[in-house]
Nanobody, 117 residues
């Protein structure tokens, strides 16, 4: 089985930065799109950023110019650099990956990001 493990969450003041990492373990599979989603309490999970195996990126309008997604295919790792953080960015951030060979969808357990005003 593939297991995704996030790291790098924490608590920062508005205007600060965090870098999230997500690595896949337990498989030698490669992935198509890898992505980050956010979910605040009582709200639906929504896409923040995604990146294809070829490096094409897409961002939610609310984070454009502030967040940057990147990936290292050799390490099966995806990153999310978050700058100029705002209180409304506070949420649990989930890593998502889709297997190239099976198209099975995998989710991480989530990383808490809290931004204080």
């Amino acid at each position: 089985q593939v297991q995704l493990m996030e790291s790098g969450g924490g608590l920062v003041q508005a205007g600060g930065s965090l870098r999230l990492s997500c690595s896949a373990f337990g498989s030698r599979s490669s992935f198509t799109s890898m992505a980050w989603y956010q979910q605040a309490p009582g709200k639906q999970r929504e896409l923040v950023a995604k990146i294809t195996s070829g490096g094409t990126t897409d961002y939610a309008d609310s984070v454009k110019g502030r967040f940057t997604i990147s990936r290292d295919n050799a390490k099966n790792t995806v990153y999310l650099q978050m700058n100029s953080l705002k209180p409304e960015d506070t949420a649990v951030y989930y890593c998502n990956a889709v297997s190239l060979s099976t198209f099975r969808v995998y989710w991480g357990q989530g990383a808490q990001v809290s931004v204080s005003s």
